[in-house]
């Protein structure tokens, strides 16, 4: 998965107002990191992306 696809995905469950913040607020247990800290820090998107679905309860439609 591309990051521009995992910043698309992530503004669609958050929302584009809260998602900036939030990726950079919300530390993930999965991952003991945010998201932003994750990119940063190499792990791959889907992994990322993995994480957030476990944290904030994804639709099985957008895995």
Do not use: Y
Not at 3 to 8: H, W
Not at 24 to 46: F, R, Y
């Amino acid at each position: 998965m591309r990051l521009s696809d995992l910043s698309e995905r992530l503004e669609h469950v958050i929302g584009p107002d809260h998602c900036t913040s939030w990726r950079k607020d919300i530390v993930l247990p999965g991952l003991g990191d945010t998201v932003d800290g994750a990119v940063a820090a190499g792990v791959q998107t889907a992994d990322i992306w993995r994480a957030v679905c476990d944290f904030v309860e994804v639709p099985g439609t957008l895995l």
